[in-house]
Nanobody, 127 residues
Framework: QAQLVESGGGLVQAGGSLRVSCAGS????????MAWFRRAPGKEREFVGA????????FYADSVRGRFTMSRDNTKNTVYLQMNSLKSEDTAVYYC????????????????????WGQGTQVTVSS
């Protein structure tokens, strides 16, 4: 059973940058495909991006592509989300999620396809 803990959220001005992290722990961590989701006030949780176990393949939602970058360091069991050119509409609670790589990339944008979740970290972008 993996445990995920996000950190690095905070308040940032529009146009600024922020990096959030997701640290994993557990008896066996991986191989996991990892993803970030977010939930804005009054909205459903939505897919932000995903990264393969090796880190060589990434996927992004259209709303963040070109501004957000995912990376990972498996020696530290940590996944990162670098967010640049932040907009007020990026304000949300950001959650990391993980699942075993045995399912390939099927359904990676669906929150129901993930087995492990962190508690979330708040990101607030002021305009």
């Amino acid at each position: 059973q993996a445990q995920l803990v996000e950190s690095g959220g905070g308040l940032v001005q529009a146009g600024g940058s922020l990096r959030v992290s997701c640290a994993g722990s557990g008896r066996t961590f991986g191989p996991y495909l990892m993803a970030w989701f977010r939930r804005a006030p009054g909205k459903e949780r939505e897919f932000v991006g995903a990264i393969s176990w090796s880190g060589s393949t990434t996927f992004y939602a259209d709303s963040v592509r070109g501004r957000f970058t995912m990376s990972r360091d498996n020696t530290k069991n940590t996944v990162y989300l670098q967010m640049n050119s932040l907009k007020s509409e990026d304000t949300a609670v950001y959650y990391c999620a993980g699942r075993n790589t045995s399912r390939g990339y099927r359904g990676i944008t669906s929150l129901y396809e993930y087995d492990y979740w962190g508690q979330g970290t708040q990101v607030t972008v002021s305009s």
